[in-house]
Each structure stands twice: as structure tokens, then as C-alpha cells.
């Protein structure tokens, strides 16, 4: 069965500092990692995914194999990031549905 | 581009009646799926539809059905409303065969 685990159901930090929302995954093949966003009264949208390899508002994401993982990060925080991030994969179908994690609140204080 | 839209924003309906939502996906897109977000969750899949077709399935009961019309938008229609049934319910489109989905606002379903 296909999962995903955030382990983090808030992340408070300040203005500034280094930020890193956990993901890990279970999948028996290859999947497709993405990570979503949902800022406050707006729809989810696609942050970044693993097979783009681009940085998106300053944030990357490495797909780590050995690890099952995809951390999401950004070197520096700002106000603006707060928001609810989701981590979800899919199978490397273009039908392939998601699965999503439950979840990790980050906020970013002054 | 509208993007997505759902309708309606907001329901509120009583344990056993049935409900209708209602999606249009982004222009372009064929695929259509959905999926139920409880407070506190992340997004569960119900299912996918394109070609006027249920493709795939969650692990959600029959009382769970839906349709897709020729001009690719999509109902989702739950029976025998449960308290466990209030949820936000998000459509996502996509273009065929590719990964990248595009979400609807959500309709929030409360049932008291």
C-alpha cells in the first residue's frame, strides 16, 4: 500500500531561520513526489515536484531513495510562507492518482 | 482561464439525504478527480473519471457515485448522508496522461 507520513503537524519558526518539513514515503516502485501548498483561504497548489529538480519561492525538495523521504526546504524563512504544505506522491502513470500526507502547518514569525 | 470551479461553495444538508456537487475542470483538461478532505487531513482520493468513465476508485462505499459529461465537467454524488460524510470534497483536472492536477476551491459539505 502506498503512503505518505508528515511527522510534523505544526512547524513554528522566526522570520529568517532554516525550515525543513519531513516527508516519507512507502511505495513498492518508482513514484512521483510532489509537494502542495495551501495558503490561507486559497485552493491547494503544486509547490514543486522531485522530477522538475527546480526551486520554487526559494524552496528544493531531494528525493532520497535509500531514505523513502522528500524534505521539503528553504534556507531562509519569511512571513510569507506560512501556510499548510502537503507532501503526495503518484505512480509514474499519467493516471496515476495521489496520495497525500496529513499535513504540516508551518509558521513563520517576525 | 477560470482554472477549476466547484459549486456550490457551501452545503449543509441532514443525515440520510443524498447530495449533488458539481465541477468544471481547468479549459484543456479531460481528467477529472476527487477527492474528500476531513478536518484535520490530507486530501483522501474518491475517485478519477475521464472519457465519460470511472477510471479509478478509492476506498470509498457505493453510496460514493459520480458522471462526467461530454464537455468533461463532473458531478460527485453521495447517498444516505453520514455525520462522517462532512467534509471539504476538492476536484482536481488534469490534462490526459499528465501528472500535474489543478484543484478546485472545495465545497464545504457539513451534515447534521
Known amino acids: 500500500a502506498q503512503r505518505v507520513t508528515q511527522p510534523e503537524k505544526l512547524l513554528s519558526v522566526f522570520k529568517g531561520a532554516p525550515v525543513e518539513l519531513k516527508c516519507n514515503y512507502s511505495y513498492s516502485g518508482s513514484p512521483e513526489l510532489f509537494w502542495y501548498v495551501q495558503y490561507s483561504r486559497q485552493r491547494l497548489q503544486l509547490l514543486l515536484r522531485h522530477i522538475s529538480r527546480e526551486s520554487i519561492k526559494g524552496f528544493t525538495a531531494d528525493l532520497n531513495k535509500g531514505e523513502t523521504s522528500f524534505h521539503l526546504k528553504k534556507p531562509f524563512a519569511q512571513e510569507e510562507d506560512s501556510a499548510m504544505y502537503y507532501c503526495a506522491l503518484s505512480g509514474n502513470s499519467g493516471y496515476s492518482t495521489l496520495t497525500f500526507g496529513k499535513g504540516t502547518m508551518l509558521l513563520v514569525s517576525p | 482561464d477560470a482554472g477549476v470551479t466547484q459549486s456550490p461553495t457551501h452545503l449543509i444538508k441532514t443525515r440520510g439525504q443524498q447530495v449533488t456537487l458539481r465541477c468544471s475542470p481547468k479549459s484543456g483538461h479531460d481528467t477529472v478527480s476527487w477527492y474528500q478532505q476531513a478536518l484535520g487531513q490530507g486530501p483522501q482520493f474518491i475517485f478519477q473519471y475521464y472519457e465519460e468513465e470511472e477510471r479509478q476508485r478509492g476506498n470509498f462505499p457505493d453510496r460514493f457515485s459520480g458522471h462526467q459529461f461530454p464537455n468533461y465537467s463532473s458531478e460527485l454524488n453521495v447517498n444516505a448522508l453520514l455525520l462522517g460524510d462532512s467534509a471539504l470534497y476538492l476536484c482536481?483536472?488534469?490534462?490526459?496522461?499528465?501528472?500535474?492536477?489543478?484543484f478546485g476551491s472545495g465545497t464545504r459539505l457539513t451534515v447534521v
Open positions: 482536481a483536472s488534469s490534462p490526459r496522461g499528465f501528472y500535474g492536477y489543478t
